[in-house]
């Protein structure tokens, strides 16, 4: 029997580890997370990891694994899942994948094409946005690639860095050079984007972050706040704090601003998902459908 990867993906709040503790448990197989920040063991609020208790259903990988200090890329991840996928294949025919990080599932199912560095160039870069400000490079990325500058996140500026540093290197679009070469896999995929209405779907983002606020997101910030210019941290839910504690404005204010730009990643996400070929776009609480994608994939 050929293995099977379940690939569960979709926007922030829309119900993904539900689903995935669903058919991990029908299923009997493990859950190997996609998710960029939920890997960190010091985000434990803010990157809304499954509970302990969940945790203890189904043995999940990637998750809560590794200090906020000892950051891993795409390109890392695809190592370590493939690695990961090798061993757990051999005792189960079936692995759930859940996660919403775009990159990082693009680096499991399709694999990231090598791109050239120059670490000259880097730091050039790196000078210029701690000089001029990350706008700045923004701006330039906007005129020279349009197009990934609609997709990436242009607060964080090691994405920005890394898009301009490519363009330079190439002379070439770097949305053009992102998995033009898909790689082949010793497994299939069976590949869902979860969605909802996006009102309600907004409406569970607003919920949640008030969740994560009652759960004492903001302690974790404050704890964190010396740590503030790590890669991990320039994420929603801890970056808008670093303003609040230094006075620029009220708790309220930051609430909304958490809010705000979680639905905004959420936008981003839906827009990422839209690339992938042959996905299956469900409702998270559709199960029949979501049994009817499995029999016709020969797993249920």
């Known amino acids: 029997m050929p293995k099977y990867l379940l690939n569960i993906c979709g926007p922030t709040a829309v119900g993904k ?44 990988y990637f998750i809560g694994d590794r200090s906020v200090h000892e950051p891993i890329t795409a390109g890392e991840y695809e190592t370590f899942a493939l690695k990961t996928l090798e061993q757990l294949f051999r005792t189960h025919d079936v692995v759930v994948a859940v996660g919403g990080s775009g990159m990082y599932i693009d680096a499991l199912l399709h694999g990231l094409d090598p791109l050239p560095t120059d670490a000259a160039i880097k730091a050039e870069l790196e000078k210029r946005a701690e000089a001029e400000g990350l706008l700045s490079l923004k701006t330039e990325l906007e005129r020279l690639d349009p197009e990934h500058a609609a997709k990436v996140d242009v607060r964080n500026p090691r994405r920005v860095i890394r898009a301009l540093e490519v363009i330079a290197i190439t002379g070439k679009k770097y949305s053009e050079q992102l998995n033009n070469t898909p790689k082949d896999r010793p497994f299939e995929v069976v590949n869902w984007v979860l969605n909802m209405d996006r009102e309600k779907l907004y409406e569970r983002i607003n919920s949640r972050v008030h969740l994560m606020i009652s759960a004492g997101l903001e302690e974790e910030a404050r704890k964190l706040e010396p ?52 996905a299956l776009w469900l409702d998270p609480n559709d199960i029949n459908s979501q049994e009817e994608s499995l029999r016709k994939a020969g797993l249920f």
């Open 227 to 278: 740590h503030q210019d790590l890669v991990a941290l320039q994420t929603v839910g801890y970056r808008e704090w670093w303003p609040y504690f230094e006075g620029m404005y009220n708790r309220d204010r930051t609430i909304e601003l958490i809010q705000q730009f979680s639905r905004r990643y959420a936008k981003r996400q839906l827009t990422y998902f839209k690339r992938f070929e042959n």
């Open 17 to 60: 580890t539900g689903v995935a503790l669903y058919w991990a448990e029908k299923l009997g197989c493990p859950i190997l997370s996609t998710d960029s920040r939920q890997c960190y063991k010091e985000l434990a609020i803010g990157s809304a990891p499954p509970s302990q208790e969940e945790l203890d259903q189904v043995p999940h």
